[in-house]
């Protein structure tokens, strides 16, 4: 079948609560499902939807135009694409950008990803704001919308469900010169490709470990400090995670988690975590730093959060920033360890710079530890 054959197919979109959409076809013919979430940025659309935290999701892009530059090899966050389904407005398959390798329709179709354009993607969104996050089902080869709705009663909540595991890398591999003076060990329950490249432009030999290995297999590595990925999926199913980050914890050795590694922190230390009602994801969220008192504008990604009052009864443990649009905790830091976390994404692809700082933090606390 032609591109625009594709795009001539008609598709549906099924939401958990019985609204329905109807659209057009883009990417692969199929039937997919997953929690329908939303993206605010108006670019970078290649490293959201390689983007590992993104596992089990559909996606809603709200800008207009999505796929206008192309794809190209190397803006990825991870080696395929990781939504389960893609809704746009506009999804476009001719591109301007001279780099560009391919049109989105293709990739999406190479990928294997279901997606419907020629959707109403601001009354999608403010349904979404109104009504919380809710799973869906997009079909382009099944518009009986009975069978579909009977199929996405069958999709499981992403409330419980325990996916880092699933995403992360089946293998050790290393990044950086072998001859640095700091090792870095960083537990992947989803890592994107930039984290662990921002480590490695300040100087340090980092090695990726699978989601499950032992805090002794860890340590063989003898690193000088401990970074915990992001990652899809409740941090509150992941018991066994929780309890590798306290083992590390014991060693007071440096420690630096980003989204799902801040949640587990907290989850290290007796503070609850809870499924927000539709969650941040977006290039533009305001977050204020408590210590500096400085504003920064931040990437985001995550449906899970850390629990403002369990943090605020808590001893050992202080909020170091907030989300300014809604006062939820953006990082903490614990008093008696040299650890701290922040709940956004400060390597920041895409997005802007504001929040790299975070990297040189983390190291100049391993020199100094």
Avoid: W
């Avoid at 509150?236 to 989204?259: H, N, W």
């Amino acid at each position: 079948m032609s591109n625009q054959e594709v795009k001539s197919v008609p598709a549906v979109l099924v939401l958990e609560d019985g609204m329905v959409f109807h659209g057009r076809s883009f990417g692969k013919i199929g039937t997919t499902s997953g929690e329908l979430c939303f993206n605010t940025g108006m670019t970078g659309y290649q490293e959201v939807f390689t983007d590992p935290s993104y596992f089990g999701q559909v996606l809603i892009m709200n800008n207009v135009h999505t796929g206008n530059y192309g794809v190209k090899p190397e803006d990825v966050e991870s080696n395929t694409v990781k939504i389960k389904g893609l809704i746009g407005r506009n999804l476009e398959e001719r591109y301007s950008r001279i780099q560009a390798t391919d049109s989105l329709q293709n990739y999406l179709i190479e990928q294997g990803v279901v997606s419907i354009e020629d959707v109403d993607t601001r009354a999608l969104v403010s349904h979404i704001r109104e009504k919380g996050a809710m799973n869906c089902i997009i079909s382009s080869e099944n518009i009986d919308l009975e069978e579909l709705k009977s199929q996405l009663k069958a999709v499981p909540s992403m409330d419980g469900l325990e996916l880092a595991s699933v995403v992360t890398t089946k293998e050790v591999y290393h990044l950086g010169d072998p001859n640095a003076s700091i090792r870095i060990a960083v537990l992947d329950f989803g890592v994107k490709k930039n984290i662990v490249q921002c480590l490695a432009d300040r100087g340090a030999y980092v090695r990726v470990h699978p989601a499950k290995t032992s805090f002794e297999d860890l340590q063989q590595f003898e690193p000088h400090g401990y970074f915990i990925s992001n990652g899809p999926g409740d941090p509150s199913s992941m018991g066994y995670a929780v309890d590798t980050v306290k083992q590390i914890l014991e060693t007071r050795k440096p420690l630096f988690g980003i989204c799902l590694g801040h949640q587990l922190l907290a989850l290290a230390n007796g503070i609850s975590t809870f499924k927000m009602h539709h969650g941040h994801r977006g290039l533009n969220h305001p977050v204020k730093n408590l210590i500096t008192g400085l504003c920064e504008i931040t990437t985001q990604n995550h449906g899970f959060a850390v629990d403002a009052n369990a943090i605020r009864n808590s001893d050992n443990t202080e909020i170091t920033h907030i989300n300014l649009n809604d006062d939820s905790i953006e990082g903490i830091r614990l008093k008696d360890r040299p650890a701290f976390s922040v709940q956004y994404h400060p390597e920041a692809t895409p997005g802007p710079h504001d929040s790299r700082y975070l990297f040189d933090d983390f190291i100049n606390l391993i020199n100094n530890n």
